[in-house]
């Protein structure tokens, strides 16, 4: 099982600031098969990213994913008000499909 | 706009089972693979179940297998999960999800593009 560890746990920063989240694998992720979501308190998680770095239809380029092997990185350029939430990772090069903790992006 | 809607979440006791529905609308249900995703509390996402379109084959995480059935019908546009000989540890939100294959397999090459809000389940006594 590939286990996904997203760091930091919190990351407080201001409207405006670039936000770096980091997803690190236990095992390479065959083929950048690597998806980030972003998850509003009681909400649908919405995809964000799938291959690691194509964004899905309708997000905001100011969204990218980058990253292989056992590194990946989501980088939101600019925050915006509604960009203060949580996001997960998700790797589907193997079964089980697995995902990180989640990092919560505050308002600082 | 795609829509999941969930439903059939609840209080169970331990050993008891459940059936979770989720209605599809906006896309062919027919030609998507579709899954169930579930978070525990102040927990992280959890992969559970996911399934071909005519239901040919289905695939599970080891800690429901036997225990949970995920099945499909297609002229309703729904999506089920039959979970029976529930334990305290399946509590959580269960999310409906549209499944996105990478490879002509499917069988792990997959990520979710759209979700439902999800059903609460509770195993307690």
């Known amino acids: 099982e590939i286990v996904l560890t997203q760091s930091p746990g919190t990351l407080s920063l201001s409207p405006g600031e670039r936000a770096t989240l980091s997803c690190r694998a236990s095992?390479?992720?065959?083929?950048?098969?690597l998806a980030w979501y972003q998850q509003k308190p009681g909400q649908a998680p919405r995809l964000l990213i799938y291959g690691a770095s194509s964004r899905a239809t309708g997000i905001p380029d100011r969204f990218s994913g980058s990253g292989s092997g056992t590194d990946f990185t989501l980088t939101i350029s600019r925050l915006e008000p509604e960009d203060f939430e949580v996001y997960h990772c998700q790797q589907y090069g193997s079964l089980p499909l697995t995902f990180g903790g989640g990092t919560k992006v505050e308002i600082k | 706009e795609v829509q999941l809607v969930e439903s059939g979440g609840g209080l169970v006791q331990p050993g008891g089972s459940l059936r979770l529905s989720c209605a599809a609308s906006?896309?062919?249900?027919?030609?998507?693979?579709m899954g169930w995703v579930r978070q525990a509390p102040g927990k992280g996402l959890e992969w559970v179940a996911h399934i071909k379109q005519e239901g040919s084959e289905k695939y599970y995480v080891d800690s429901v297998k036997g225990r949970f059935t995920i099945s499909r019908d297609n002229a309703n546009k729904s999506l089920y999960m039959q979970m029976s000989s529930l334990r305290v540890e399946d509590t959580g939100v269960y999310h409906c999800t549209r499944v996105r294959c990478t490879s002509t397999s499917c069988y792990g090459f997959l990520y979710f593009d759209y979700w439902g809000q999800g059903a609460l389940v509770t195993v307690s006594s």
């Open positions: 906006a896309f062919t249900f027919s030609h998507y693979w």
């Open positions: 095992q390479t992720v065959s083929s950048s098969n």
